[in-house]
């Protein structure tokens, strides 16, 4: 069974600071993906990443960065100089890799709301 | 192409009731999930659609609640005989293609309260 466990239930920051939402994922899958989500208050799910598990390189996009460590099972994501528009929450979620539900049926876990101060 | 749209996008009804929501993917997106989000929860799959073919429900998903997708286009999600544990927020997401290099884009989700 997939689970994925988002520790941080809520942060709050003030503008400017740098963030980390921590991210720990189980899977008996050797092949599968994950993902970062934001959820803005309108509802609509954002997506923002989606890693395989064979690329364990960062990645750094803007303000977002990722750093994914397969041998502790995490991917967590951070948001340097952090704006009031980043307020949300963010999800992390796994997927299998490979069938017909590969990269979309998505096992997500419970969200870290971030709400960032001015 | 203004992406996944939902409706309604909130319903108030009456334990009891049946409820239909619907669900319109990006045009030719061949793949349909619904998922349920409760209150502070991450959301949590309910079924799978490629084209018309339902081809995974989740446990959660009892026999009080149907999905269709006729003609592999819109989809309805029905529950009958609403219970209050039936509140939350219904999302719906669409995927196109046969690779796995289009991720899943999510509508705004219709919120259902039972009351």
């Given at each position: 069974a997939q689970k994925v466990t988002q520790a941080q239930t809520e942060i709050s920051v003030v503008e400017k600071e740098d963030v980390t939402l921590d991210c720990v994922y189980e899977t008996r899958d050797t092949t599968y993906y994950l993902f970062w989500y934001k959820q803005p208050p309108s509802g609509e799910l954002v997506f923002l990443i989606r890693r395989n598990s064979f690329d364990e390189q960062n990645e750094i996009s803007g303000r977002y960065s990722w750093n994914f460590q397969k041998s502790t099972s995490s991917f967590n994501f951070t948001i340097t100089a952090?704006?009031?528009?980043?307020s949300a929450v963010y999800f992390c979620a796994l997927s299998e890799?490979?069938?017909?539900y590969a990269g979309n049926m998505l096992t997500f876990g419970g969200g870290t709301r971030l709400m960032v101060k001015p | 192409d203004t992406g996944v749209s939902q409706n309604p996008r909130h319903k108030i009804t009456k334990r009891g009731q049946n409820v239909t929501f619907r669900c319109d993917p990006?045009?030719?997106?061949?793949r349909l999930y619904w998922y349920r989000q409760t209150l502070g929860q991450g959301p949590e799959f309910l079924t799978y659609f490629q084209n018309e073919a339902q081809l995974e429900k989740s446990?959660?998903?009892?026999?009080?609640f149907s999905a269709e997708r006729p003609k592999g286009s819109f989809s309805t999600l029905e529950i009958q005989?609403?219970?209050?544990?039936?509140s939350a927020m219904y999302l719906c997401a669409s995927s196109g293609g046969t690779g796995v290099n289009t991720e899943a884009f999510f509508g705004q989700g219709t919120r259902l309260t039972v009351v």
């Open positions: 952090s704006q009031v528009v980043d890799a490979h069938g017909i | 990006i045009s030719e997106h061949n446990r959660l998903l009892s026999d009080r005989r609403t219970e209050q544990g039936d």
